[in-house]
């Protein structure tokens, strides 16, 4: 299909600390672009100057888990009214590294949020609504660990969790995935990056190029 043809999509990336979204997520926006497609690439908590000062907030000074939890959704509140929704509506496709799905798997599962109130706050925030496509990379808490402390950059509050903590996320992504398998695709990240890439971009022909 020519870039013209294909209706703008909602795509999103997940997966616990150290997964390799980053790298995956420029390989799929220049698969898109190579089809004369118009791409929005963002990232969650952030994608807004707003949401970006909240992302600073949220990753490094200490808070309640539920102001953790209100405060992820009002990032993506503004990020939905400024930048997801708008680009959508002008046939740009929308690349989102994280939404809602790491809301449940981090603020539900590893921290242990009520889900009735995850539910509630999704359902105000975006009600109907969620991408086309979110691809969750899943490995083991130890491989991300040790990929993150070989990179070498101070952890921020998230990644000084413990294993049990992303033993929890982990959990909760594949349980989300359980719950919307046509939405959701669990990709072994745990692999050479040329193996993980030659499935994402084969799942994203497959979901939204065809
Ligand atoms: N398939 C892979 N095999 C080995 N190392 C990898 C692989 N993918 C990425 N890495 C390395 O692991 C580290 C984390 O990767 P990356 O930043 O892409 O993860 P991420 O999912 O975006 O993490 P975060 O959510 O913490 O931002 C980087 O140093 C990257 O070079
Ligand atoms: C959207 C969202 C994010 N988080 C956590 C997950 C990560 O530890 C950080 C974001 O950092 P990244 O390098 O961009 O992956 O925030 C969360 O706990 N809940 C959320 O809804």
Do not use: N
Not at 48 to 74: D, I, N, W
């Amino acid at each position: 299909m020519s870039g013209s043809q294909a209706k703008a999509r909602f795509i999103t990336f997940e997966g616990i600390d150290g997964a390799g979204k980053s790298s995956q997520i420029a390989a799929v926006v220049a698969l898109l672009e190579a089809r004369g497609l118009s791409v929005e690439q963002t990232r969650e908590p952030g994608g807004t100057a707003l949401g970006e000062r909240l992302r600073e907030l949220l990753l490094h000074e200490p808070m309640h888990l539920e102001t953790e939890a209100m405060l992820m959704f009002a990032a993506r509140r503004e990020h939905l009214a400024a930048r997801i929704l708008p680009s959508l509506a002008a046939g740009r496709w929308v690349v989102s590294d994280r939404f809602s799905d790491a809301t449940y798997a981090y603020q539900v599962g590893g921290r242990g949020l009520d889900p009735a109130k995850f539910a509630a706050l999704e359902a105000w925030v975006h009600p109907g609504f969620q991408p086309d496509l979110t691809l969750v990379f899943d490995l083991p808490p130890e491989v991300a660990a040790a990929r993150l402390a070989k990179g070498g950059a101070e952890p921020d509050r998230f990644e000084r969790e413990q294993r049990d903590f992303f033993e929890r996320v982990r959990a909760a992504y594949l349980e989300r995935a359980r719950m919307a398998p046509a939405r959701i695709r669990v990709v072994d990240a745990a692999r050479a990056p040329e193996s993980i890439r030659a499935e994402v971009e084969a799942i994203v022909e497959e979901c939204c190029l065809r």
